[in-house]
């Protein structure tokens, strides 16, 4: 069965307390994405990556980390920098970042800071 | 920069009442426009694209939006709602690197039985 999966569905994170967010495809996507979505704005890209071993910058990369160090696994780590983390964190992935390519999200992850 | 924007942030219907959500974008290169929609507790998903050819695009579940270019707009319609469609609707548009993918703010529908 192909597609995203993220885990946890639910987190929990702890104040000062950095906390990593799995996203694993089996579709052999080439790009990968983090998306932050929030009440009334949509989403907001966090990071991406377009190939292995190399990732950039979204629109509000401060107070996240990412690695891609395989082509299915693109994980999101909240650090504590991040001041404002509780949201509902969508990875996605395409075929490649042309811009032609359709975007294909994972269930999500509801991040809550206690 | 690109930008989107989503008037209606929640709109509420009958069922078999016309819907049409509208979306406007800011993007000075070559536009290629989305709409996704996110049902209650599934995954977000694509309901249309456009990339070029025929400004009025045909989705799944009879959806369609129209680009007008000259207005910057890609409205959604669909003719009759039904109740399972209500969910949060989502127009994006893509920059002419393919990397960055920005979305509007998100239209909330409910649709009352």
């Known amino acids: 069965d192909g597609g995203i999966t993220q885990s946890p569905k639910y987190l929990f994170r702890k104040e000062g307390q950095n906390v990593t967010l799995s996203c694993e495809q089996n579709l052999n996507h080439d790009a990968m994405y983090w998306y932050r979505q929030d009440p009334g704005q949509g989403l907001r890209l966090i990071y991406y990556?377009?190939?292995?071993?190399?990732?950039q910058k979204g629109d509000i990369a401060e107070g996240y980390s990412v690695s891609r160090e395989k082509k299915e696994s693109f994980p999101l780590t909240v650090t504590s920098a991040q001041k404002n983390p509780t949201a509902f964190y969508l990875c996605?992935?395409?075929?490649?970042?042309?811009?032609?390519?359709?975007?294909?999200f994972g269930p999500g992850t509801r991040l809550l800071v206690l | 920069a690109q930008s989107v924007s989503q008037h209606n942030h929640h709109v509420i219907l009958s069922e078999a009442a016309s819907l049409e959500l509208g979306c406007n974008y800011s993007?000075?290169?070559?536009?290629?426009l989305f709409w996704y929609v996110q049902y209650p507790g599934q995954h977000l998903q694509l309901l249309l694209k456009y990339f070029s050819g025929d400004p009025l695009v045909k989705g799944i579940k009879g959806f369609e939006a129209e680009f007008i270019k000259s207005k910057f707009s890609f409205n959604l319609r669909k003719p009759s709602v039904q109740w399972s469609d209500t969910a949060e609707y989502f127009c994006a548009v893509i920059n002419n690197a393919g990397n960055m993918l920005t979305f509007g703010g998100g239209t909330r529908l409910m649709v009352k039985p």
């Open positions: 993007y000075g290169g070559t536009v290629n």
């Open positions: 996605a992935s395409s075929i490649g970042s042309g811009r032609s390519e359709t975007q294909y």
């Open positions: 990556s377009q190939i292995v071993n190399d990732f």
